[in-house]
């Protein structure tokens, strides 16, 4: 199949787009003239190129190739840019740094497929396409988490996670490092958090639907400074790393390592090997509170990112309705029971957040009312999502029935084991609801945005995770940049934007022919 001109094939597709005649050719005597504040976005251009093309790309004062940083281009925002190249040369435009970076990623998707090639590529003429773009995004949270809880990724591919939500101008990086299956975050006050909560006696690979495990260890964790370098490289290509650290539910990893959190600190418990919801949860002494007020003091030490997520969602009451002290500080507190220990534990933690100068991130969960500073991610209803923004709060699109990309992305005998329930294709993903919840431009404006989610308890390794992940992410990514020229039309140009992958040797074909879907078993997640 003939593919597409690339500037045909744009994903996400630009506000603004104009094509004209003519071809402007990167070889090895084109130089860039660079700004004062276009540096950054001058050395990512370089980074990104060299691996195919062998450009250099060195700085001249007269190359014909322009970045420019201009802070009286208002209209472009924070992360808008003007690209403008005719046979002569290319004009790279932005107010502030992070639009620079957006149109690095836009040169980079006009070049020839093989441009993403990770090793060179002979032969090919690097040409850019004579194009007139103006260009900004719709949503500014644009987003993608990954579950490195269940099964760890080394940071090493975290990078790569995060080159490929630059190539789609997605901007937050949701760190999953928490949740019964293990602990991933180091803590220099709990070492034993890693330790002992980093590693489980199984991995959890089994049969979709099933609850059978391998029987083989697994385990790891990261070192601050790999973090730190993490952040920084996120950085350098415009993403934020939002680091997930859960309470007051999903919490085994840590009880495993310090049973005196929990509502019976007399009782042992292993990290957990099971996937669902776990009934164990922390419990509500002063000394808990001041264990994960010291855990956010260290998680805000190395992510800089002005959002930190304190997880929230599928907590059971079980225990603490059992618990005299549970009950006793729910007396305590005024509250009329155990159950609103719940938000009342999120509230603590949020407070301690908001002092610190952060923004705290909650799933959004059945009956449990947030502080207003809580920015809320609605995962089981829309509806959950449209309430919040009309008590307040900011808002990010979480759907599972659009943006869980741990269930199957079609159904087929030869799919990869995956969560068992509903299947998100490709069209669903498209169709995320980003509808404001009322006209009022004021609720409006509290919705940020949407993020794809991977949960990864049948997802070990790396290919699995790109396979789940594309193309549905690449529909996300359209959507929530500017997403209004309609499915046929994104359709058309993911065809070209798969070529793309394949440079980059992602995974992505369509999935098998149809076969039933296993019934959901567990929890939503």
């Known amino acids: 199949m003939e593919l597409p001109r690339p500037e045909l094939a744009l994903v996400p597709r630009p506000r603004r787009i104009s094509t004209r ?129 269940r099964h760890f990724q080394p940071v090493s591919y975290l990078r790569r996670y995060v080159d490929l939500l630059a190539l789609h101008k997605l901007n937050v990086f949701h760190l999953h490092l928490t949740d019964d299956q293990g602990w991933r975050m180091p803590v220099a006050a709990y070492p034993r ?27 790891g964790s990261y070192t601050r400074a790999e973090l730190r370098q993490l952040v920084a490289y996120a950085a350098e290509r415009g993403v934020t790393v939002l680091p997930e650290t859960g309470v007051p539910g999903h919490v085994r990893a840590a009880l495993a390592a310090h049973p005196e959190l929990g509502t019976d600190p007399a009782r042992r418990l ?74 009342w534990f999120i509230a603590r933690m949020a407070g301690h957040l908001v002092r610190a100068g952060r923004h705290p991130v909650v799933w959004a969960e059945n009956g449990v009312t947030l502080p207003l500073e ?20 900011q808002v990010v699109r979480t759907d599972h ?32 609801d980003l509808a404001p919840p009322t006209p009022d431009p004021r609720v409006a404006s509290r919705v940020l945005g949407a993020q794809g989610q991977l949960w990864t308890e049948f997802v070990p390794t790396p290919e699995h995770i790109e396979y789940l992940t594309y193309p549905r992410l690449c529909a996300l990514a359209e959507r929530v940049w500017d997403g209004t020229s309609g499915w046929r039309d994104f359709t058309a140009r993911l065809a070209g934007h798969r070529a793309r992958l394949d440079a980059l040797n992602v995974p992505h074909a369509d999935p098998p022919a149809t076969a039933p879907v296993p019934p959901r078993v567990g929890g939503v997640r």
């Not at 958090?193 to 083989?216: H, N």
């Not at 943006?403 to 995956?418: K, L």
Request: hydrophobic share 40%; glycine share 12%; proline share 9%.
């Open 21 to 149: 005649s003519g071809r402007f050719r990167l070889d090895g005597t084109t130089r860039l003239r660079v700004t004062p504040g276009a540096e950054a976005a001058a050395e990512l251009l370089r980074t990104l190129l060299a691996p195919a093309t062998g450009l250099r790309l060195e700085a001249a004062a007269d190359g014909a190739f322009v970045l420019a940083l201009d802070p009286a281009l208002t209209g472009l925002g924070d992360e808008g840019y003007g690209l403008t190249v005719s046979p002569k040369g290319a004009l790279l435009r932005a107010a502030r740094p992070a639009g620079l970076l957006r149109g690095v990623q836009t040169v980079r998707q006009l070049l020839p497929y093989d441009a993403l090639s990770e090793r060179p590529v002979r032969g090919v003429p690097w040409e850019l396409p004579a194009v007139e773009i103006t260009d900004v995004p719709r949503h500014p949270w644009r987003g993608s988490m990954l579950d490195v809880a």
């Open 193 to 219: 958090l890693t330790e002992v909560g980093g590693r489980r006696s199984e991995s959890m690979a089994g049969p979709a639907g099933s609850d059978r495990f391998d029987g083989v260890p697994h385990g």
């Open 270 to 343: 292993d990290v957990w090997t099971h996937w669902g919801v776990c009934e164990n949860v922390l419990g509500t002494d002063d000394h808990v509170l001041d264990f994960f007020r010291t855990v956010l003091d260290e998680v805000m030490d190395v992510f800089p990112s002005p959002y930190v997520h304190i997880g929230g969602d599928e907590c059971p009451t079980t225990e603490w309705e059992r618990s005299p002290a549970a009950r006793a500080r729910a007396a305590r507190e005024g509250l009329p029971g155990p159950r609103a220990l719940h938000p």
């Open 374 to 393: 809580c920015t809320v991610m609605s995962w089981r209803e829309p509806g959950h999502g449209h309430a919040a923004a009309e008590r307040g709060h």
């Open 401 to 432: 029935r659009a943006t869980y990309f741990d269930y199957a992305r079609g159904h087929g005998t030869e799919e990869p084991p995956g969560q068992p329930g509903t299947v998100v294709d490709l069209r669903a993903v498209y169709d995320v």
